[in-house]
């Protein structure tokens, strides 16, 4: 359960960031309606997308896939963001009203269980808060929009976690979503992130776990890892949880995967999927059985590499 949301969710979310798109290739809406259908058949029940998303069209992908199968509709639920798929969104109450319509119009849907704000500045935190004198900023219409009944729960969610952190301890959020701060090589969300998480029993999503997908396929000489950097160091200590990993039989994804969620404040872990293949993968690996003893070999294995991994 999402912490005080009430929200059953499962411990694989799908990520709506990659549905058919790759860098080599054009973004294919078909095969994004494909890795929604499969990442659900799998048993994934909680779907993130926001308006940003694919140049403005994960919503509608997320949309036209539950309209084609209500069968899987019936059981899951969508998460989306506010932030309008403009560079100039300014946070302020207007413009998160219009993103919300936008949002109703493309994701097809009147109510959101979840609404975070998506990516809001530290500098711009006066007037999210509403603390500026003058017109109320996008808390105060999040708020309003929940007294109305069109969203049931306030989330944030900001890619930098130095500034998620800060949003988080107001204590005005019902949940998180938590990118870049909790992995096997990122550590950085016990310091305050989870801490804060506690006091105020709020539901966490974790995202990137898989690190870009290095911690998906491992250390391979044939695998070149563009959205990430990693220091030598970095990889020759990742290659030893990896023969660890292999010595259990599991694979590295779903070790990645259950280690984040088996915090006891994380709630579910969102992994983004391009294809069917790798959202059948997400889901399994999320199921793997892993016993209690390589937990117990893992843990001294475990240390933050914020000198070794560039975001």
């Keep these: ?65 539950l309209r084609q199968r209500p069968d899987l509709a019936a059981g899951v639920t969508v998460t989306t ?32 269980p979840i609404l975070y704000l998506h990516d809001a500045p530290l ?31 306030i989330g944030v969610g900001i890619n930098d976690p130095t500034v998620n952190v800060v949003y988080i301890e107001t204590g005005e959020f019902d949940c998180a979503l938590v990118p870049e701060a909790y992995s096997l090589l990122n550590q950085l969300a016990l310091e305050r992130i989870l801490p804060a998480a506690e006091r105020f029993d709020m539901g966490i999503a974790v995202a990137e776990v898989l690190e870009k997908g290095f911690l998906a396929v491992g250390v391979r000489p044939d695998v070149v890892h563009r959205d990430r950097r990693f220091s030598p160091e970095c990889i020759a200590h990742t290659r030893k949880i990896q023969e660890l990993c292999g010595r259990y039989g599991i694979s590295l ?32 690996a999320a199921r793997e059985p892993i016993p209690e003893d390589f937990w117990a070999e893992l843990q001294p294995l475990i240390r933050h590499w914020e000198a070794g991994v560039h975001r």
Aim: proline share 6%.
């Design 123 to 153: 500098a711009l935190l006066d007037r999210v808060m509403g603390r500026e004198p003058g017109e109320p900023g996008a808390l105060a219409a999040l708020r309003n929009l929940k007294d109305q009944g069109i969203i049931g729960n």
């Design 81 to 112: 963001k506010v932030a309008h798929p403009v560079p100039e969104f300014d946070y302020s109450y207007d413009q998160v009203m219009r993103s919300v319509d936008w949002s109703v119009k493309h994701l097809e849907r009147e109510h959101f």
């Design 253 to 284: 994804a779903a070790a990645a995967i259950q280690y984040a969620t088996r915090h006891p404040r994380v709630h579910t872990a969102i992994v983004g999927a391009r294809t069917p293949a790798q959202a059948r993968q997400n889901v399994r």
């Design 1 to 65: 359960m999402l912490g005080k949301t009430g929200i059953e969710v499962s411990i694989v979310a799908v990520g709506g960031g990659r549905f058919g798109w790759s860098k080599d290739a054009p973004l294919d809406p078909d095969v994004g309606v494909q890795t929604v259908w499969t990442a659900l058949e799998c048993g994934a029940t909680l779907i993130d997308t926001a308006p940003r998303y694919l140049h403005g069209q994960s919503e509608a992908i997320v949309a036209r896939a």
